[in-house]
């Protein structure tokens, strides 16, 4: 069996990011602030609000956005057509299917398509 990739995506001064991805799958980062995640995991700690609201995850499932500076884990595939966003400290926003979901600081949210 194929191991997934991971990795380490760090936006910011290399001594202090402002963003830090870790990842387990395969994400693609297209533009500054977005991240698509086909299959897998990231772990996400953001450490300003200003940062947050520029940044959007998105996976086939759902688009996340966060709404504060905090840690987050954005799981997609994981279960067939499911998002699953967990935020450890911060809250975040799920789209799917024109239905939005606020995830609140230790919380868990899954969506299905």
């Known amino acids: 069996m194929k191991r997934p990739a991971r990795g380490v995506i760090r936006v910011g001064l290399a001594y202090r990011p402002a963003i830090q991805v870790l990842v387990a799958g395969a994400p693609d980062v297209g533009e500054r602030d977005f991240v698509v995640v086909e299959y897998g995991a990231v772990a996400v700690r953001v450490r300003s609000r200003e940062?947050?609201?520029?940044?959007?995850?998105e996976t086939r499932d759902a688009r996340v956005s966060l709404s504060e500076a905090g840690s987050?884990?954005?799981?997609?595939?994981?279960?067939?057509?499911?998002?699953?966003?967990?935020?450890f400290q911060g809250a975040a926003h799920v789209?799917?299917?024109?239905?939005?979901?606020?995830?609140?600081?230790?919380?868990?949210?899954?969506?299905?398509?």
């Not at 987050?72 to 994981?78: F, K, P």
């Not at 789209?95 to 398509?113: I, M």
């Open 51 to 57: 940062v947050a609201d520029e940044l959007v995850l």
């Open 72 to 87: 987050y884990r954005i799981e997609a595939g994981r279960a067939p057509d499911t998002t699953a966003v967990t935020a």
């Open 95 to 113: 789209d799917a299917d024109g239905v939005a979901v606020a995830v609140k600081p230790g919380r868990r949210a899954e969506v299905a398509s």
